[in-house]
């Protein structure tokens, strides 16, 4: 089933994956599997961005390209590939959250990172509104989880972090929380696969 732009006024948790997905993976999918379960979420979508911000466009393969391979991962239902970024006209995670909350106003959305993420996230555009205003669930990722543990976003954020079976529990608190979702870290990594691939 295609996501429609417009919205609708359905009431559902839905965990936004976000990324480039060049391509994606098996580990993507073990990644919204895991949070979905974690979470109790009705969906998890796979948004396929138009183009990351903080990584460069050389060897980033066309949108079409990866939404196919997001869509090859997905089962439609309960984890679903979108390009919806691209439909909003969106850039920014700060920007896309706005955006969908206006479309879809009786929705819940968790923003779903890796560990590598929230290291970065200090370097996202409108951080800490994004942090305020979107649970956000953090999974492992290999070489990443300690880092991530002891950075500066899980330091400023540490009064807010909850269980992950606490995360959307109760009312919508003045500040957002965030969860570490404890995980087997999965080994695949896209960029192996297009090395992988450049080489074959």
């Given at each position: 089933m295609t996501l429609n732009p417009r919205g609708d006024r359905r009431r559902r948790r839905i965990g936004l994956l976000g990324g480039s997905f060049n391509p994606a993976h098996a580990g993507h999918r073990h990644v919204a599997e895991r949070v979905r379960r974690a979470l109790r979420l009705d969906e998890v979508w796979l948004m396929v961005s138009p183009g990351n911000p903080l990584?460069?466009?050389?060897?980033?393969?066309p949108l079409a390209a990866r939404l196919a391979s997001a869509r090859a991962i997905a089962d439609g239902r309960r984890i679903r590939a979108t390009a919806i970024e691209?439909?909003?006209g969106t850039r920014y995670t700060v920007d896309t959250l706005r955006a969908l909350r206006r479309r879809f106003p009786r929705a819940r959305f968790v923003l779903v990172i890796g560990a590598?993420?929230?290291?970065?996230?200090?370097?996202?555009?409108?951080?800490t509104a994004i942090a305020a205003t979107a649970?956000?669930?953090?999974?492992?990722?290999?070489?990443?989880?300690?880092?991530?543990?002891?950075?500066?976003?899980?330091?400023?954020?540490?009064?807010?972090?909850?269980?992950?079976?606490?995360?959307?529990?109760?009312?919508?608190?003045?500040?957002?929380?965030?969860?570490?979702?404890p995980s087997a870290e999965h080994p695949?990594?896209?960029?192996?696969?297009?090395?992988?691939t450049d080489a074959a």
């Amino acid at each position: 089933m295609t996501l429609n732009p417009r919205g609708d006024r359905r009431r559902r948790r839905i965990g936004l994956l976000g990324g480039s997905f060049n391509p994606a993976h098996a580990g993507h999918r073990h990644v919204a599997e895991r949070v979905r379960r974690a979470l109790r979420l009705d969906e998890v979508w796979l948004m396929v961005s138009p183009g990351n911000p903080l990584k460069p466009a050389r060897g980033m393969a066309p949108l079409a390209a990866r939404l196919a391979s997001a869509r090859a991962i997905a089962d439609g239902r309960r984890i679903r590939a979108t390009a919806i970024e691209a439909a909003l006209g969106t850039r920014y995670t700060v920007d896309t959250l706005r955006a969908l909350r206006r479309r879809f106003p009786r929705a819940r959305f968790v923003l779903v990172i890796g560990a590598d993420n929230l290291c970065q996230l200090p370097r996202w555009q409108g951080w800490t509104a994004i942090a305020a205003t979107a649970p956000i669930a953090v999974l492992p990722r290999p070489g990443w989880t300690r880092q991530a543990l002891a950075s500066r976003a899980a330091h400023r954020l540490a009064r807010h972090r909850r269980r992950p079976g606490a995360l959307l529990q109760g009312e919508v608190p003045d500040h957002a929380p965030w969860c570490f979702v404890p995980s087997a870290e999965h080994p695949a990594s896209a960029t192996a696969i297009r090395a992988a691939t450049d080489a074959a």
